[in-house]
């Protein structure tokens, strides 16, 4: 069967530095993959490169056989991949609503503003943030920007959605709101590929989890057998940060 994101031999170098070193692993359709590692491992160069921010130095990426790897950022969005930022990215001075019809608008081009409020109204209560379009953006808690830039995300209506991060800051009770919408995202269909460093949170939501460190991937498997590798203990979870959660 072919993959539905094929990642293949990617490379990227910043300078002298190579973040990302011949890194290769592929998603199926439907998967919720957690990709790990310590701090600067280059997992969010990863993701840069899948959503096309940043130019591979090397490799292809492809998703359902349709080349990625190459295309400008705004090509890989109408493909079907959105991701979230590590630091939330939100147009502060907009209203909710309008932070969400300036990204529906990027994906459909010319629509009614009728049905662009309609679909606009159901992201909102899809990440629950019902009713509250008429909110500065700016006034949002941080769990409710967190939310906002989701519904930002699906707007694209994407077959790949990359979240980086989106769990971090969260407490105990919100994290369990944000890992339920998570897991109900990905029983709607949408394919997932999120950085995570709160390892509840990866164990509930992510059987499968790719490892990096230092540019390289040291793991590839079932989650419960990953984190038992003695060098992923080694490399990511003897760390301090990874202990948390
Ligand atoms: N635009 C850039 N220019 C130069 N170096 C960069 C750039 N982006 C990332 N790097 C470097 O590449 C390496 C990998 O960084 P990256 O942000 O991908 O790691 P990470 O695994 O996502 O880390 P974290 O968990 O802290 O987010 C780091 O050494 C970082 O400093």
Redesign the pocket.
Known sequence: MMAFLEISDLTKR??G?T??NHVSFSLTQGEVVALL??????????L?MISGL?PVSGGTITLEGKRLSGLPAHRIAHAGVARTF?LVRVLPSLTVSDNILAAILFRAGHTSERDARIEAAALLAEVGLEGRGGEHASDLTYIDQKRMELARALAARPKLLLLD?WLAGLNPSELRIGIDLIARLNARGITILL?E?VMDAVRALCPRAVV?NA?RKIADGATADVLRDPEVVRAYLGEPHAAVA
């Open positions: 910043f300078g530095l973040a990302v590692g310590p701090n600067g491992s280059g997992k969010t160069t990863v840069n940043l590590q991060e950085v460093h990096m540019g």
